[in-house]
């Protein structure tokens, strides 16, 4: 089993982990209603989708 020769410093540990960041969704308002929603999606609230209206509301 590999075992590691020494002691991993804050520093180099640190700089490996900023890479596992979240990365926020590209949030765009809603054409009809307002709200903020994920773009390249059915709105939530109203229901609409490029100005059509996809789910009954």
């Known amino acids: ?8 410093s ?3 540990r640190d700089m490996r982990r900023t890479h ?4 926020v969704p590209g949030m765009v308002k809603c054409e009809q209603c ?3 929603k994920i773009s390249h999606r059915v709105c939530k ?3 609409t989708y490029k100005g059509r ?5």
Do not use: H, N, S, Y
């Not at 089993?1 to 002691?7: D, E, F, K, Y």
């Not at 596992?20 to 990365?23: V, W």
């Not at 209206?53 to 509301?57: G, H, L, T, Y």
């Open 1 to 8: 089993m590999a075992v590691p020769q020494r002691r991993t």
């Open 10 to 12: 804050k520093t180099r």
């Open 20 to 23: 596992f960041k979240l990365a």
């Open 34 to 36: 307002g709200e903020l």
């Open 45 to 47: 609230t109203c229901g």
């Open 53 to 57: 209206e996809i789910v009954k509301a």
